[in-house]
């Protein structure tokens, strides 16, 4: 088994994490197509199936050739939906990987996100023994930053953000958040984790 591949499948609710797969391109086109889900992240709103396909096939399956684990696919288990995503989606250095995720709106505010990342966290201390891991969101997106601090992770700066995308230029400022394998431990030990 190839474990940048095939991650740990992983359940909280009635949600399920587990590798992103190329059938799941449908339900990714299905929120990627949404203004409102990808508003503040550097790529869509998607304009067709292909372009999600293109995405899963480019993108999340060439991730372990780059030494990063595929992603996860975040599985809604009561109608078997793929509802966003959660992955390390780039390294600094071996032992130092960055998380980004995104849900379907219809998810938002019921703290599906939050556990996934509670997930995910231990994922990467536990399995893959990385020693840091970074978070960042937009300012102008403050319900990730809810979702970050929750987990328990340290702000650590701000930075200006430009980024062009097809349909116009993304502005704001960047908020940079880490946790070390040290702070998880305390924060574990401490039971903050939900």
Not at 17 to 46: C, F, N, Q
Not at 65 to 82: F, H, S
Not at 132 to 156: R, W
Request: glycine share 6%; hydrophobic share 35%.
């Amino acid at each position: 088994m190839n474990i940048l591949k095939d991650m740990p499948t992983q359940y909280f609710d009635h949600f399920m994490l587990r590798s992103i797969k190329k059938s799941d391109a449908l339900d990714m086109y299905a929120y990627g197509k949404m203004h409102e889900v990808t508003k503040t992240l550097s790529w869509g709103p998607m304009t067709s199936v292909r372009e999600a396909k293109k995405s899963i096939n480019d993108i999340f399956l060439t991730r372990p050739k780059q030494g990063i684990p595929v992603g996860y696919a975040i599985v809604d288990l009561d109608n078997n939906k793929m509802i966003g995503t959660i992955d390390f989606h780039s390294k600094s250095s071996d032992k130092e990987v960055e998380i980004g995720y995104v849900i379907h709106k219809d998810y938002w505010n019921q703290g599906i996100m939050t556990k996934a990342l509670a997930c995910i966290i231990e994922v990467g201390f536990e399995y893959y023994k990385y020693d840091k891991l970074i978070v960042k969101h937009l300012e102008n997106n403050p319900a990730s930053g809810k979702v970050i601090e929750k987990n328990g992770f340290t702000y650590i700066k701000t930075l200006p953000y430009t980024f062009r995308k097809i349909n116009g230029i993304l502005a704001s400022n960047m908020k940079v958040y880490e946790m070390t394998k040290e702070n998880y431990n305390e924060n574990k030990s401490s039971k903050r984790y939900i």
